[in-house]
């Protein structure tokens, strides 16, 4: 078991962490090197030892942004309660810059917009429309600027645009809910505090976007559902009003569910009277139209109903605009 935490550290170390976060890099890397620390964390089940949520956990219980022999010496004196609390957290991003990258396909949509997210979290990706754009061009030069109708937010998602610029528009969202299986309160100290923990150390300005759009969501609070998103999918959609398009969400979430239940998943919702966006590893789906060849897809896909739209960052970061092109032409 602890071959597993070796190896699963050092990948994360070397692939996933360059470039986001030197501190989790070298956490990660000092764990792999580290059979003490192997130990511990293998104490912790399967689906709740990724390294970013055990150093978000850890962060959470105290633990301070230093150097790994710091770090060790924490998880080693608390490793009863850092195992206990990973048993029960679970990954909730909840990045609302993920919307820069949602918009131009938001913006294919006719309004109004009844708004339904699945892995909604606290609900931060549910508020487009009350969220300002910037989408700049590699030297930072704004190639277009969205503002709310009463005036730029206090949360400005800026995010880097390469090739065509599709036609952009702010959604008119009239209704706003969402599923989870653990749902945070924008409201709840705690829950505020476990979201800001998840912020990798050094992303820059990230901890201080999803505090303000906390506040944003928790002066006009979603309906957030907990529970399994087959089971309660239909019902909530029921409640959606008529007179409104219903747009389902899964921004970043699908990856996280077992393949049995995704593809259920995603077979209700091409079921729903509903349209349906979303961003996601190239290869996780195969209802990709034009198909996508993994191998050669830059981030990952934006798709509108499962017809591509463009290649992201999965974050919202950057963008691409894709529309039409087949991936032998990629």
């Known amino acids: ?72 010496r924490f998880v080693r004196e608390n490793a009863d309660a850092l195992v206990a609390e990973c048993t029960v957290r679970q990954l909730q991003t909840n990045e609302p810059l993920r919307l820069a990258a949602l918009l131009p396909a938001l913006s294919e949509i006719e309004g109004p917009i009844a708004l339904l997210e699945i892995g909604a979290s606290a609900g931060l990706c549910l508020y487009p429309d009350r969220y300002s754009y910037r989408f700049v061009d590699e030297d930072g030069g704004v190639r277009a600027a969205l503002d709310p109708r009463d005036g730029v937010s206090a949360v400005v998602l800026e995010s880097r645009v390469s090739g065509e610029l599709p036609p952009l528009r702010m959604p008119d969202v009239v209704w706003r809910a969402g599923i989870d299986l653990a749902p945070l309160d924008a409201a709840d100290p705690g829950d505020r505090r476990w979201l800001k923990a998840l912020v990798w150390p050094g992303e820059s300005g990230r901890e201080e976007r999803i505090d303000a759009a906390l506040d944003i969501a928790a002066s006009e609070p979603p309906h957030l559902v907990a529970g399994d998103a087959l089971a309660t999918i239909d019902a909530l959609a029921a409640d959606a009003p008529a ?88």
């Open 243 to 330: 007179d409104a398009t219903l747009v389902v969400t899964t921004p970043g979430v699908l990856v996280h569910i077992p393949r049995a239940e995704r593809i259920a998943l995603v077979a209700r919702l091409t079921r729903l009277p509903a349209r349906w966006i979303t961003i996601d590893p190239p290869g996780l789906l195969d209802v990709w139209e034009p198909p996508v060849d993994a191998a050669d897809w830059p981030g990952f896909v934006v798709a509108l109903d499962g017809c591509v739209r463009a290649s992201a960052d999965p974050l919202g970061r950057w963008w691409e605009w894709r529309a039409g092109i087949a991936a032998d032409e990629s």
């Open 1 to 72: 078991m602890t071959d597993a935490v070796q190896q699963r550290y050092a990948r994360f170390a070397r692939d996933e962490a360059p470039g986001r976060s030197a501190v989790y890099g070298a956490w990660a890397a000092g764990v792999a090197d580290d059979p003490e620390v192997q130990r511990i964390l293998a104490r912790i089940p399967e689906t709740r030892r990724q390294p970013p949520l055990v150093f978000a956990v850890s962060r959470l219980l105290g633990a301070e942004v230093g150097g790994y022999p710091t770090w060790r």
